[in-house]
C-alpha cells in the first residue's frame, strides 16, 4: 500500500465530514478536488457513485464502512491503473426528510449514476418514490439484519446475510443439539430478525422453541442476570443467546457462572462475537467470516481492527464495479440496474452473487465457535432465498435502526 492510513481513515475517505457539524448536512467528496480530477480522468467516464451516511451511524462504524470502500478502490487502482468510480458522500441528521434531501442533492446536483445508503429498509421504503423517479440503482448496505424486501427494479441490498445465517445456526442447533430450545435475549436485540430467523431454522430442523425471554423490556423487568438464572434451569438443552454489546458481555459472564449449565448448548447472535467478551469459547454462531488476509490487510492500511463494516464496505464497491463492468462505464440507470441483478464476484468472504428475485447479494456462511473454529460452511438454502419467504407476522420489539459494531 503506498500510503499509511495510521488513523483509521485514509485521506480519500469521510472521517473530517464528521465534527463538530456532523449533524448538519453536508456533502463532501471522498477524494479533494484535485485527485477527483486525477481520478475522473484515470477513471475515463468519471462516473460518480453518491452514498448516503445518516447521522444516527455511529462515527467509528461509518469510517469503517467507508475504509472498506476505499481499500476496494485503493487495490483496485494499484492493480488495473484506474478508479472504477468517484463516491461522493452526503451525511445528514438520520431523519427520512433529511436523507431525501441528501438523495435530492446527489442526483439533482452532482449527477452520480447511482447511491448507496448506509441504512435500512425502513429508509428505503421511504425512499422509493424518489428512487423510482430519478431511475437510478440504489444499494441498501447493512449487515443484513432484517429481512430485505423491495419491489423496485432500482433498489438492491449489499448485504453480510446476518438473518439467514440465524437461520442456518438455527437448523444446525436442531440437527446438532437437540429438539427443544430457549432463546433469550435484550429488548433492543429483539428488534432484529435473530429470533425468528433462529426460531425458524430451528422449526426447518425438527426442532421448538419452547420459551422467549426479553430482558429490558417495559413489559418485563428481568436484567440479563436473572435471565442467565431462569436459562439455566431450563430442562431444554439449547440456548440461544441473542445479545450484543454490553448486554451480551453481562449476560454471558452470568450464564457461565450458573448451576447446571454445564450440559448446555450454546448458541448465540452473529454479533456476540465481541474481542472483548471473556470465556465465550464455547458459543457457536454464525456468520460471513472474511480472511484472514483481508483482515491483516485493513490493520495494516488503517491501523484498525477490520470489522463486518469494512467487508460490507469493500463489497459495496466491489458491486459497484462488477456492475460498471459488465453495463459499460457510461449506462445509463436502468442499464446498470439490470447489470445489478445478474452480478456474481469474488470477496473476501468466498463467491457472493446478486438474487435475482429477492435483489440482495448471497454469499457463504460460516458456522464456527465464537473461538474460531469453524464447524461448517454453508450456502443459503433457496427456500429462504424467495420474494415468498416470510420469518414471521409478529410485531418486532426494540429496534430497527442499522446494527453497530465493536471497533
Known amino acids: 500500500m503506498s500510503e499509511s492510513k495510521t488513523n483509521g481513515i485514509s485521506r480519500r475517505s469521510i472521517l473530517k465530514t464528521f465534527g463538530a ?58 492493480e488495473h491503473g484506474s478508479t472504477p468510480f468517484t463516491p461522493i458522500v452526503e451525511t445528514g441528521s438520520g431523519s427520512s426528510s433529511s436523507l ?40 441498501e448496505a447493512n449487515l443484513g439484519e432484517n429481512l430485505f424486501s423491495s419491489k423496485s427494479e432500482y433498489c438492491f441490498h449489499s448485504s453480510l446475510n446476518l438473518w439467514q445465517a440465524h437461520y442456518l445456526l438455527g437448523k444446525y442447533a436442531a440437527e446438532h443439539s437437540g429438539k427443544q430450545a430457549i432463546s433469550v435475549g435484550s429488548f433492543y436485540d429483539v428488534g432484529y430478525d435473530a429470533h425468528y430467523a433462529f426460531e425458524a431454522g430451528f422449526v426447518a430442523g425438527g426442532g421448538t422453541v ?39 458481555a453481562v449476560f454471558v459472564s452470568a450464564l457461565q457462572r450458573a448451576e447446571g449449565i454445564g450440559s448446555k448448548a450454546l448458541y448465540g447472535n452473529g454479533l456476540l462475537s465481541s474481542p472483548h467478551l471473556a470465556g465465550a469459547e464455547k458459543i457457536i454462531t ?14 495494516s492500511t488503517y491501523g484498525s481492527r477490520a470489522t463486518e463494516l469494512a467487508l460490507l464496505g469493500y463489497e459495496t464497491a466491489a458491486m459497484i464495479v462488477s456492475a460498471i463492468t459488465k453495463a ?46 469453524v464447524l461448517s460452511v454453508q450456502s443459503i438454502p433457496s427456500s429462504i432465498a424467495t420474494t415468498d419467504f416470510k420469518l414471521t407476522d409478529k410485531l418486532h420489539s426494540g429496534t430497527t435502526t442499522i446494527y453497530p459494531v465493536a471497533a
Request: aromatic share 6%; hydrophobic share 40%.
Open 21 to 78: 457539524g456532523a449533524a448538519a448536512l453536508a456533502t463532501t467528496p471522498i477524494l479533494t478536488k484535485a485527485e477527483a480530477v486525477k481520478q475522473a480522468a484515470l477513471s475515463q467516464s468519471g462516473m460518480k457513485a453518491g452514498i448516503i451516511i445518516p447521522g444516527s451511524a455511529a462515527k467509528t462504524n461509518a469510517a469503517a464502512f467507508l475504509n472498506g470502500i476505499d481499500l476496494f478502490l485503493t487495490t483496485y487502482e494499484q
Open 100 to 139: 431525501l434531501s441528501a438523495f435530492g442533492k446527489l442526483t439533482q446536483h452532482h449527477d452520480v449514476k447511482l447511491v448507496v445508503g448506509y441504512t435500512n429498509s425502513r429508509i428505503t421504503h421511504q425512499l422509493s418514490n424518489a428512487i423510482e423517479e430519478a431511475q437510478i440503482p440504489f444499494i
Open 328 to 373: 459499460g462505464r457510461s449506462a445509463s440507470g436502468e442499464k446498470l440496474a439490470s447489470a445489478l441483478s445478474t452480478i456474481t464476484f469474488e470477496s473476501h468472504r468466498g463467491l457472493v452473487a446478486m438474487n435475482g428475485p429477492t435483489h440482495s447479494t448471497q454469499g457463504p456462511i460460516s458456522i464456527h465457535s465464537i473461538g474460531g473454529d
Open 286 to 299: 454464525a456468520s460471513s467470516k472474511g480472511t484472514e488476509a483481508f483482515a491483516s490487510l485493513y490493520k
Open 210 to 248: 419452547v420459551k422467549q425471554i426479553t430482558t429490558g423490556s417495559p413489559a418485563d423487568h428481568f436484567s440479563p442476570i436473572e435471565a442467565a438464572s431462569i436459562t439455566a434451569t431450563s430442562e431444554a438443552p439449547v440456548i440461544f443467546l441473542n445479545y450484543s454489546g454490553t448486554d451480551a
